[in-house]
């Protein structure tokens, strides 16, 4: 039987990873694998998926639509081979992917007999600045989609969520929205069981555009959380994007999950993670030459001084197609 593929495309901060925590929390028994792509050489968001002991691969450190495409389709046919074998297999790109080029490496006609791309999803945050859907990436991730789920609607007044509503249909009127809170999201509206997965067509691959770079800092110490929210309210203004798992020396017993998204900051108690990864571990994101590696060394100076710095320019993994 083929094993139908799930693709989960939206900007930075959207709710990606919240939505297929749901997907594996609510699979009701069925054996669903997923594969989870970060662009920074610490990949957060395969520690904060369920099960991610089990049934989650982490493709870190480059993006699936460029640099890592042939450790996708290779993941894919390892994937296939295991015993018992997936009944679905969830893709989660990340947050600088072009969907299209993905869509394109997943025609390939032996991964497809096996494992058609039977849904391509967007998720959208509802709370984001209307100018937003200017961007060219996220209009491509918009136009790629069957659904496109909007979420953290509760964090925006019904008016507010309305006119959202009709600006994404407007972007992509073939596709189904749905509203989504805490990623919840029925089953059947991601895997139909309809018949065949369609064939879809693709534009031409269009050259990449160097847009984004990542710095990864990482530290084997407990850190100071007043220092870390200090150096944070200096850096946000200059990123895009910004998570981590952070081991406090005010609360030694306890991890947190630190979530820069909108340029609302988050930082929540996490009780899942990899016993085997201790110490604070953070990407940022930010547009290339919106922030230099210096004021990130001196930014982060104020939680811990025994981190460890390193600037990943984005090339394979930060790039945004022209819509």
Do not use: H
Request: net charge neutral; proline share 7%; charged share 25%.
């Amino acid at each position: 039987m083929p094993v139908p593929i799930l693709l989960v495309t939206g900007f930075l901060g959207a709710g990606k990873t919240t939505l297929v925590n749901r997907v594996l929390q609510q699979a009701d028994g069925r054996r669903i694998a997923a594969v989870v792509n970060d662009f920074g050489a610490v990949n957060i968001d395969a520690e904060l998926i369920a099960g991610a002991e089990d049934g989650v691969v982490s493709l870190a450190n480059g993006c699936i639509c460029c640099s890592l495409e042939g450790d996708l389709l290779r993941t894919l046919s390892n994937l296939l081979r295991r015993t018992p074998r997936p009944e679905a297999i969830v893709i989660e790109t990340s947050g600088v992917a072009d969907p299209e080029d993905i869509i394109r490496n997943l025609m390939d006609p032996v991964i497809w007999r096996e494992a058609p791309l039977e849904t391509v999803l967007c998720v959208a945050d509802a709370a984001a600045p209307e100018a937003d859907l200017g961007d060219p990436l996220l209009l491509s991730q918009l136009r790629a989609a069957d659904l496109v789920a909007v979420s953290k609607g509760d964090l925006v007044d019904r008016t507010v969520l309305d006119a959202r509503l009709r600006a994404l249909s407007q972007v992509n009127r073939r596709a189904t929205l749905v509203e989504t809170a805490g990623g919840d999201i029925p089953l059947d509206l991601l895997f139909p069981e309809v018949g065949p997965a369609r064939e879809r067509t693709t534009r031409p691959k269009r050259p990449s555009i160097e847009r984004f770079e990542s710095f990864d800092w990482t530290s084997g110490e407990p850190i100071s959380l007043a220092g870390f929210q200090q150096a944070i309210g200096r850096l946000a203004p200059r990123l895009v994007r910004a998570k981590g798992i952070l081991e406090a020396v005010e609360k030694p017993d306890r991890r947190y999950l630190f979530q820069l998204a909108g340029g609302k900051a988050t930082l929540a108690p996490l009780d899942r993670v990899d016993p085997a990864q201790e110490g604070t571990r953070v990407v940022f994101i930010a547009e290339i030459d919106r922030i230099a590696q210096s004021e990130i060394d001196e930014a982060m100076s104020l939680a811990g001084r025994k981190g460890a710095r390193r600037k990943r320019p984005l090339p394979p993994s930060g790039r945004a197609g022209r819509s």
